[in-house]
């Protein structure tokens, strides 16, 4: 399961499902703490029915060794650039029925975080997306292969695939 990859890792669970990673917000500045690998690890999370599945959805990571370096800051500290590689199971829950998706999100990622709130994902490998709006359908998806993720920051996501495939999640666990 291991991948040697720019990982998306922790920051999938949370940043795709709508929320701002904590870690991608309060990431200490300072020259010693870009010079190497640090922890990103990703939170629980639940969305409600109809927003990504017609029901319920619990995520939680079973694996999560993500690790993040920051490549580029602005001005006043925050990442602009950040590499994210790790192994990163979360188990997608359907809370009506307890049926469970163990989602392999071990993908690497470089994040460009933009000054307008909006982010640029290159990836290489499997991510866990959930869509609202974007040219996917509403659903919840491992996405796998070599891909861009362009999201609005309003939250519109455009996966353009250069090479991969996608996994219905709501599908296995309805």
């Known amino acids: ?6 990982a998306i890792g922790s920051i999938l669970a949370t940043t795709l499902l709508g929320a701002t990673p904590a870690h991608a917000t309060a990431h200490q500045s300072g020259p010693h703490h870009d010079l190497g690998w640090t922890p990103a690890p990703s939170a629980p999370w639940d969305v409600a029915a109809g927003l990504r599945c017609d029901f319920a959805i619990h995520g939680e990571p079973v694996v999560d060794e993500v690790v993040q370096r920051v490549l580029a800051r602005y001005p006043d500290g925050s990442p602009k650039s950040v590499a ?3 192994d990163l199971v ?3 829950t359907n809370t009506d029925s307890d049926v469970f998706y ?3 999100a071990s993908g690497s990622a ?3 975080y933009r000054a307008d709130g909006s982010q640029f994902w ?3 490998g499997p991510v866990l997306v959930g869509v609202g709006e974007g040219n996917l359908d509403r659903g919840m998806y491992v996405v ?3 891909y861009t993720l362009d999201i609005s920051a309003s939250g519109h996501k455009t996966v353009t695939m250069a090479h991969g ?4 999640v709501c599908e296995r666990i309805a």
Do not use: C, F, P, Q
């Open 165 to 168: 495939s996608t996994t219905d």
């Open 110 to 112: 470089i994040v460009e």
């Open 90 to 92: 979360v188990r997608v």
């Open 122 to 124: 290159s990836v290489l």
């Open 102 to 104: 163990d989602a392999d």
């Open 1 to 6: 399961m291991r991948r040697t990859v720019l």
């Open 144 to 146: 796998d292969g070599v």
């Open 84 to 86: 994210y590689k790790g």
